[in-house]
């Protein structure tokens, strides 16, 4: 495995030959407390829009928050997008596609009383999701478990997800390396090598779906990982995609 410290872009992308896949917090931005606390970097949108020039737009943003809500992160960019896991995703033609959602009303209902106890979490409500955050509260973690694993036990069609200190209740029918895979039944991805780069748990099935199609999935930050490669943190993975494009 290629340390976090000497990995380079330059032999896992090839701009006429690789499809890249970005997740978004974690791996483009930091993590801040609150999910609508993050900074974007003032290098971002002008880095994206250059790979996408680079890649012949080969380009996605593959992520947990809604398609608009990366939208507005990324404004004026519009980018191919998967957003809430898959759960909708809009193609590189603009094509909107929206998975089924199952019933979340158990769930928003638990993590709702669960908030009015303890104000310090934060719940984020999203088409086909629900999200409890403890990140200003990591003495709650054993509590929002056992809430959201019990109200997701009532809600038929509803998975949990464990990630950076956060619980997250979405459609079983979604996933990133779903989500992947039917961005490269698609063009301009369709015949690329798939290239996946994320930082959480949830980016797992991602980085899985890549590699099993001949490309490479990226972990970013630490972590026990199905990644083969790993790389430090965001300000690494722009730096080493802004030496791409230079090289």
Same mark, same amino acid.
């Given at each position: ?53 680079? +890649?012949?737009?080969? +380009? ?109 209740? %979405? ?25 996946? +780069? ?20 990226? %972990? ?24 791409? +494009?230079?090289?």
């Amino acid at each position: 495995m290629t340390q976090a410290s000497d990995f380079s872009f330059t032999p896992v992308l090839d701009a006429a030959a690789s499809a890249l896949f970005l997740d978004f917090d974690g791996t483009l931005v930091e993590l801040a407390p609150e999910p609508d606390a993050i900074v974007i970097p003032p290098d971002l949108v002008p880095l994206l829009a250059a790979l996408r020039e680079r +890649l012949g737009g080969a +380009l996605a943003v593959v992520s947990g928050r809604a398609v608009g809500a990366i939208d507005t992160f990324l404004h004026p960019l519009d980018l191919p997008v998967a957003g809430v896991h898959g759960s909708e995703r809009r193609a590189a033609d603009g094509n909107l596609v929206l998975l089924p959602t199952p019933s979340l009303d158990t769930v928003e209902q638990a993590a709702a009383r669960l908030l009015h106890e303890h104000p310090a979490l934060a719940v984020e409500p999203k088409r086909g999701a629900v999200a409890l955050h403890y990140r200003q509260a990591p003495q709650l973690e054993d509590i929002c478990r056992r809430t959201m694993e019990a109200a997701v036990a009532a809600s038929p069609g509803v998975s949990l997800l464990h990630g950076k200190m956060v619980f997250e209740a %979405k459609s079983s029918l979604a996933n990133k390396g779903k989500a992947l895979d039917a961005f490269l039944q698609e063009p301009p991805f369709a015949g690329r090598k798939p290239v996946f +780069l994320g930082d959480d748990t949830t980016d797992e099935p991602g980085f899985q779906v890549a590699q099993k199609l001949g490309g490479t999935g990226i %972990k970013v930050g630490q972590g026990e990982t199905l990644a083969r490669h790993r790389i430090a943190g965001p300000a690494a993975v722009r730096a080493g995609l802004k030496d791409w +494009l230079a090289r």
